[in-house]
């Protein structure tokens, strides 16, 4: 299990905010959310093959930053 931190207030954006733009976007990549109130999504490696890591990676940059 891969666990992300966010420093929110360096980043200007919240952890529920990364949660839900990787949902919204096309196609929608949902992550872990248990930790989401304490600054942290958690990503499966379960069923992560081909494209996919590099595709998160990706989504997860250009989101941070933007």
């Known amino acids: ?13 919240t952890t529920f905010d990364l949660v ?3 949902f919204d976007d ?5 992550v872990g959310q248990e930790g989401a109130a304490n600054g942290y999504v958690t990503v499966n490696p379960f069923d992560l093959n081909g494209e996919k890591p590099s595709l998160i990676v990706r989504r997860i940059r250009a989101i941070l930053s933007s």
């Open 1 to 13: 299990m891969l666990r992300i931190i966010l420093d929110e207030k360096a980043l200007g954006l």
């Open 20 to 22: 839900n733009r990787l």
């Open 26 to 30: 096309d196609p929608a990549i949902a």
